[in-house]
Structure formats: C-alpha cells, structure tokens
C-alpha cells in the first residue's frame, strides 16, 4: 500500500493545577479555537472541546506521525503560554502535569462529542476528580490516587 492510512480517535482529559478554576468564560471560545489550530498543525484535526473552568476535554484524531505525549505536550505548553497572554489574571495559569488519553471506537464518537457538549451541565452534580477516577475504571487502568492528583 503506498500510502498509510489511519482513523485513531482520542478523548484527551486535563485539569488545571489543582484543579485552580481559571478557564473562565471570557476566553473559553478562543482557547478552543487555538486548542483546534494545534492540532491542526500537527495534523490531529480536532472534532470537539469543553470543559469547566478547572478541566478540559478533547476529542480529536490521531494523526500517522505523533505521539500522544508529544502531542499532549505541545497541546498543554503551547496553551498555557497562549493563556498567559490574556491578562493578569491568568499569568499564574498552569496545565497539571498529567493527563487521560482513552480511545475512542468511530461508534463511540458521536457519544464522546454528546458527553463533552454538556460538560458544564454535567459537573453541576459531579467533581472533576469522580469523573476521572470513573475515565479510569471504565477503561481498567491501575492507578495510586496518590500521584493523579497535582
């Protein structure tokens, strides 16, 4: 075959450091838009993003030539320098430094683009944290509470 192929759908979930609500409103339209322009670039188009003011949901496709860490990287350094830019109060914004990668069957991805359209709704009756420690039974992964959390 000459030329590779592939359709690897990621659901990509980070919070804020400490889970701090600084995704205000004000610049959650264009944080999205930029968020879609580097993955964009890095030829992972972007389908959907939401959240709430401490955490983020991305669902996109992975593209033939990225890692998911190197991808995730750039996603969160490239951000967090772009939020900064936005005034005083988001100099001291930070990524924390892990995140939640789950793939995505093309069955499931109408469902993933559902679930992250109500984020805001969603988290009016359950926390950040229950959410990904729910992500991470449902997709079986071990974990020790005690290095999740930053």
Known sequence: MPKSLSAIYVHLVFSTKNRAPMMRAEIEEELYKYLAGILRNLECPMLCAGGTEDH?????????????????????????????????????????????????????????????????????????????????????????ERYVWD
């Open 56 to 144: 983020i949901h991305i669902l996109f496709r992975l593209g033939r030539k990225m890692e998911i860490a190197d991808l995730v990287e750039e996603i969160k350094s490239s951000s967090s320098k772009w939020i900064k830019t936005k005034g005083v109060t988001y100099q001291a914004f930070y990524w924390q430094s892990g995140y939640g990668a789950f793939s995505i069957g093309q069955s499931g991805v109408r469902g993933v683009k559902s679930y992250i359209a109500k984020q805001k709704e969603h988290h009016r009756k359950k926390s950040f944290q229950d959410e990904f420690r729910q992500f991470l039974k449902h997709y079986e992964i071990e974990y020790d």
